[in-house]
């Protein structure tokens, strides 16, 4: 059962370099999202997807991009990063309706 | 403009007593609310869940109460044990938007 699979756990970038968050989902769920959690700001919504081929913005999606070519995977990718997405990037899936289940996270720092 | 709002940062409980975290949200097409905990490098768990059909939902220890005129729910955990200290994020969707939007959290200590 690995449920929601996030990698790599710990990411050092330069600015301005590329890079992608992967995750992977075992669960066959529909929905998948990625969230970032910063100091005093929660978790903010980044992009979601609800099926393959699919995939909209959430509250903070300037300086990511998604797709969602299968069930299972629903990558990030930061195409020139920045200090400001030092973060910690959670993944996460569902059913429809249902609860999130969570990935054990992405730590980034962008220097 | 935050549609979640939690307004304690923190909050600290004697172990065995009541731990009550509340919870506001702004905009009235939102249906289904849920309360997940977070451990330190640990992804988000879920705990409980309402919609707003009802205004109250327990399990266990936790319970889950929605007040829709006042915008405002809140967990409550009795009796509060040392592995509630974590931090309590309260979550909410509406039905015909799949974006699920989540507080800034609360962190509880739960002091021996």
């Known amino acids: 059962n690995a449920g929601v699979t996030q990698t790599p756990k710990f990411q050092v970038l330069k600015t301005g370099q590329s890079m992608t968050l992967q995750c992977a989902q075992d669960?066959?769920?529909?929905?998948m999202s990625w969230y970032r959690q910063d100091p005093g700001m929660g978790l903010r919504l980044i992009h979601y997807?609800?099926?393959?081929?699919?995939?909209d913005q959430g509250e903070v999606p300037n300086g990511y991009n998604v797709s969602r070519s299968t069930t299972e995977d629903f990558p990030l990718r930061l195409l020139s990063a920045a200090p400001s997405q030092t973060s910690v990037y959670f993944c996460a899936s569902s059913y429809r309706e249902s609860p999130l289940h969570f990935g054990n996270g992405t730590r980034l720092t962008v220097t | 403009d935050q549609q979640v709002k939690q307004n304690s940062p923190s909050l600290s409980v004697q172990e065995g007593r009541i731990s009550i975290l509340n919870c506001d949200y702004t905009?009235?097409?939102?249906?289904?609310f849920l309360w997940y905990k977070k451990y330190p490098a640990e992804g988000p768990t879920f705990l409980i869940s309402?919609?707003?059909?009802?205004d109250k939902n327990e399990d266990g220890r936790f319970t889950v109460f929605l007040n829709k005129s006042a915008k405002h729910l809140s967990l409550h955990i009795v009796p509060s044990q040392p592995g509630d200290s974590a931090v309590y994020f309260c979550a909410a969707s509406g039905n015909r938007d799949d974006k699920i939007i989540f507080g800034k959290g609360t962190r509880l200590h739960i002091l021996p």
């Open positions: 669960m066959n769920h529909e929905y």
């Open positions: 997807s609800v099926g393959a081929g699919i995939t």
């Open positions: 309402i919609s707003s059909i009802k």
């Open positions: 905009n009235s097409m939102f249906d289904y």
